[in-house]
């Protein structure tokens, strides 16, 4: 599983919301499907980039994640590298692109998991946003307050 940091939940977060607002999906292009949606808000890399990247690879998001091999050049593996620095796993890109990690599936109700596809919009939408919420949870479960309470307090500046 990702390790939870603000910027990835903002991320899938803004990713979820920009879908559901009518962002550009298509779920058999690399730049405008599941992982390709996150990998432009994650990444200073366009649809259009992150399309071409990966054709010049083998496969789609899942046959490429786990292909990868950090050091190649290739273009696409210079992206998945990126997402990787930002908190993500090869597993987790598999995982988003077919919306099937059990840990986020297991908070939606039966009925919805009976019915999710992974090439809807909204069920991506969706997932995203469940799964942004769960690592919410685990990245406030790593805050110790007692730990905060030693901070030094910070100083008023003018502005």
């Known amino acids: 599983m990702a390790r939870p940091s603000l910027e990835l939940v903002q991320a899938l977060l803004n990713t979820a919301d920009k879908l559901s607002n009518g962002q550009k999906y298509m779920w058999g292009h690399m730049g405008a499907c599941?992982?390709?949606n996150l990998a432009?808000?994650?990444?200073?890399?366009?649809r259009a980039e992150i399309h071409e990247f990966a054709m010049r690879g083998r496969g789609d998001w899942t046959e490429q994640a786990q292909a990868f091999c950090q050091g190649t050049s290739m273009p696409i593996e210079i992206i998945i590298s990126e997402l990787i620095a930002?908190?993500?796993?090869?597993?987790?890109?598999?995982?988003?692109?077919?919306?099937?990690?059990?840990?986020?599936?297991?908070?939606?109700?039966?009925?919805?998991?009976?019915?999710?596809?992974?090439?809807?919009?909204?069920?991506?939408?969706?997932?995203?946003r469940t799964w942004a919420n769960l690592l919410e949870e685990q990245l406030i479960a790593q805050v110790n307050i007692a730990d905060l309470k030693k901070l030094p307090a910070k100083a008023d500046t003018p502005v």
């Open 40 to 46: 432009q808000e994650l990444t200073s890399y366009s």
């Open 34 to 36: 599941n992982c390709g």
């Open 86 to 128: 930002k908190g993500l796993t090869t597993e987790d890109l598999i995982n988003l692109e077919k919306l099937k990690d059990k840990s986020v599936l297991a908070r939606l109700p039966q009925e919805i998991r009976e019915q999710l596809s992974h090439n809807r919009v909204e069920n991506v939408s969706l997932y995203m």
